[in-house]
C-alpha cells in the first residue's frame, strides 16, 4: 500500500493556494480543470517529500453564484508539516495575516487554520528553546 493524497475541499482556491503555498512553501505538482462536473483539482507537495500531496479540490458556484457551506471543518482533524524553524514559519504567516492559534511556546509545535477551517500543525525539525514573543503568547480561538 502506497499512502497517495490528502483531499481538502476549499471554498476560495485563490485564498488557499496564498496559504499553502506562498505560506507554507508547498509546490504546485498538477492541476485539474473539469468542465462538465465543475470542478477544479490542484496537487500541492512539500519539496521535501513531493509523493505526499495535498489534493485541494474547489466546486464551482452553481448558476446562481451559489457556493456549497463546507461547515467548521473540525471532523477533518489536521494536516502536519515538519519545518526547519518554527518561529520564522510562524512570523512569515503572521505577516500575511494568518492567526496563530497555538503559538509555538514550547519551540517544537504551533497550530494554525487555512483559509478553509482546516487545522495545520507545524512541528519543528528538531528542538528550539522557547522564544518571545511566542513563549508567552496566548491560544486563539481553536485549532
Known amino acids: 500500500m502506497k499512502y497517495l493524497h490528502t483531499m481538502i475541499r476549499v471554498r476560495d482556491l485563490d485564498a488557499s493556494l496564498k496559504f499553502f503555498r506562498d ?18 483539482l490542484v496537487f500541492l507537495a512539500a519539496r521535501e517529500s513531493p509523493d505526499a500531496e495535498i ?3 474547489y466546486n464551482w458556484p452553481d448558476a446562481d453564484g451559489k457556493t456549497e457551506d463546507y ?7 489536521h494536516l502536519a508539516f515538519r519545518v526547519a524553524d518554527i518561529y520564522a514559519t510562524c512570523a ?5 495575516g494568518v492567526t496563530i492559534n497555538r503559538p509555538p511556546r ?11 477551517s482546516i487545522s ?5 525539525d528538531g528542538h528550539l528553546p522557547p522564544q518571545e514573543p511566542w513563549a ?5 480561538g481553536t485549532w
Do not use: W
Open 92 to 96: 512569515h504567516l503572521q505577516a500575511m
Open 71 to 77: 461547515g467548521s471543518a473540525r471532523n477533518f482533524g
Open 23 to 40: 505560506g507554507l512553501g508547498l509546490v504546485e505538482t498538477r492541476r485539474k480543470e473539469n468542465d462538465k462536473g465543475r470542478f477544479t
Open 136 to 140: 508567552s503568547m496566548p491560544n486563539t
Open 120 to 124: 495545520i500543525e507545524l512541528l519543528q
Open 55 to 57: 489534493e485541494l479540490t
Open 106 to 116: 514550547d519551540g517544537h509545535m504551533a497550530f494554525v487554520r487555512s483559509p478553509d
